[in-house]
T-cell receptor
Framework: NAGVMQNPRHLVRRRGQEARLRCSPM?????VYWYRQLPEEGLKFMVY????????ESGMPKERFSAEFPKEGPSILRIQQVVRGDSAAYFC?????????????FGEGSRLTVL | GESVGLHLPTLSVQEGDNSIINCAYS??????FIWYKQESGKGPQFIID?????DKRQGQRVTVLLNKTVKHLSLQIAATQPGDSAVYFC????????????FGQGTELSVKP
């Protein structure tokens, strides 16, 4: 049973370019979460999605960031016109239903470096 | 000017000793408290959780203690092994908010053989 799959694992972009990060949840999981982690810091919640719905995007920056989880295919976190401050590790997590315990299954992360 | 990097709190223990990692949380309304382990270059891995109506919960080699009076959470690891070396994060959640977790800063555990 494959875990949460994220790709790419490493991504390098120049300022102004777009970054697209993909996440396939564990089989049978319909809830996806994106978190961002700066070096030597904890993870910060960004967005919570179900298939075709954004449930909570309270952690998403107001501009340049968007997320989707289409009916078919992986969830995508999109960052437009990247800046150096976007450099971070982006983690996706999934859960089978709405978890009320906080047990999430995390992927290995996508590490974005903006030059 | 130059930015100053943050340094994680570190805990260094001898193999076989017990480890205690502490965490202060912020929100009195949180229902669940969770410990995650993150090895270098990997995603966080769930260790154990505890509901707010409990004060202690035990797993395999791990125990979580919750003191709501002082908003304090701790993770105890018995007979610490080199494989336990990682960064440990506490997190809190409100049940109705699903997997929206608030993570603490993290503590780096280093186990000396």
């Amino acid at each position: 049973n494959a875990g949460v799959m994220q790709n790419p694992r490493h991504l390098v972009r120049r300022r102004g370019q777009e970054a697209r990060l993909r996440c396939s949840p564990m089989k049978g999981h319909s809830h996806v979460y994106w978190y961002r982690q700066l070096p030597e810091e904890g993870l910060k919640f960004m967005v919570y999605l179900q298939k075709e719905n954004i449930i909570d995007e309270s952690g998403m920056p107001k501009e340049r960031f968007s997320a989707e989880f289409p009916k078919e295919g992986p969830s995508i976190l999109r960052i437009q016109q990247v800046v150096r401050g976007d450099s971070a590790a982006y983690f996706c997590a999934s859960s089978p239903l709405t978890t009320n315990t906080g047990e999430l299954f995390f992927g290995e992360g996508s590490r974005l470096t903006v030059l | 000017g130059e930015s100053v990097g943050l340094h994680l709190p570190t805990l260094s223990v001898q193999e076989g000793d017990n480890s205690i990692i502490n965490c202060a949380y912020s929100n009195s309304a949180s229902d669940y408290f969770i410990w995650y382990k993150q090895e270098s270059g990997k995603g966080p891995q769930f260790i154990i959780d505890i509901r707010s109506n409990m004060d202690k919960r035990q797993g395999q080699r791990v125990t979580v203690l919750l003191n709501k009076t002082v908003k304090h959470l701790s993770l105890q690891i018995a007979a610490t092994q080199p494989g336990d070396s990682a960064v440990y994060f506490c997190a809190e959640s409100q049940g109705h908010q699903g997997g929206k977790l608030i993570f603490g800063q993290g503590t780096e555990l280093s186990v000396k053989p």
